[in-house]
């Protein structure tokens, strides 16, 4: 069956780095698009990062220039390297599977590694 595992969160002040990953099993990972969600209390679900299967990757425009997400396919995993955090980053962060980028949302999902950045 299909299994997605974060790991790599943890408490940081602000400026300093984390990496995140995602281990999957279970399905064709080098063949889907792979996304990063983040959502804070109160706050709505935002994607932060997504690669596709060509390896194109994309940023919000919150995290660009201080996040990179990248794949290693045959591991099997995703990562988020995190550098130059700010309090805003605080979340739980979720990666996510789909054959397509834009069938995200019907995808697999991950049960989330808690992300959080003091001053």
């Known amino acids: 069956h299909v299994q997605l595992v974060e790991s790599g969160g943890g408490s940081v002040q602000a400026g300093g780095s984390l990496r995140l990953s995602c281990a999957a099993s279970?399905?064709?990972?080098?063949?889907?698009?792979m996304v990063w969600f983040r959502q804070a209390p109160g706050k709505e679900r935002e994607e932060v990062a997504e690669i596709d299967n060509d390896g194109r990757s994309r940023h919000a425009d919150s995290v660009k220039g201080r996040f990179a997400v990248s794949r290693d396919n045959p591991k099997k995993i995703l990562y988020l390297q995190m550098n130059n955090l700010k309090p805003e980053d605080t979340a739980m962060y979720y990666c996510?599977?789909?054959?397509?980028?834009?069938?995200?949302?019907?995808?697999?999902w991950g049960q989330g590694t808690q992300v959080t950045v003091s001053s």
């Open positions: 279970g399905y064709a990972f080098s063949l889907y698009c």
């Open positions: 996510a599977a789909a054959r397509y980028c834009n069938t995200i949302l019907d995808g697999y």
